[in-house]
């Protein structure tokens, strides 16, 4: 019972880290081409845009009336992007020194946060190119 209720905190601790790791990346590389104006929306915007591939799949991948299982399958990618959504609003809108923390990570391990970024973006784009594969055939 203990072991189940440590391993939810880091699951979504992770998650955090992983967007806040790709919030920082797309803020610097916003700085680096010298935007200037609404440079924190727009570093927002980037790491959102997988998320809005998940809804866009699940509502453009229908044809008629949807049944049971598209119901399922719809349900669950707009609850997907719908909680990535609400992970990530959290720390955007409070403007605290957690950058500096997200820095002093980086710093110590930056191989491992790229990687896990590249692979958590990964496994959200596959599962909306297989949910739009699979959603006429359901």
């Not at 609404?38 to 915007?45: I, L, S, T």
């Not at 669950?76 to 719908?82: K, P, W």
């Not at 609003?89 to 990687?115: C, F, H, T, V």
Request: hydrophobic share 50%.
């Amino acid at each position: 019972m203990r072991r189940t209720q440590t391993r939810r905190p880091h699951l979504f601790r992770l998650i955090a880290m992983i967007h806040k790791t790709a919030y920082i990346h797309a803020y610097d590389m916003l700085r680096r081409k010298g935007v200037h104006n609404w440079v924190e929306r727009r570093a927002g915007g980037i790491i959102e845009l997988p998320y809005l591939s998940l809804i866009l799949v699940a509502l453009l991948s229908l044809k008629g009336e949807p049944n049971n299982s598209q119901k399922i399958i719809i349900t669950f990618l707009i609850g997907c992007a719908v909680v990535a959504a609400w992970c990530t609003s959290g720390y955007q809108l409070k403007s605290a020194n957690w950058r500096m923390e997200i820095r002093e990570e980086l710093d110590l391990r930056p191989q491992y946060w790229k990687k896990a970024i590249v692979v958590y973006y990964a496994v959200v784009i596959a599962v909306a190119v297989v949910a739009s594969l699979v959603m006429p055939y359901v």
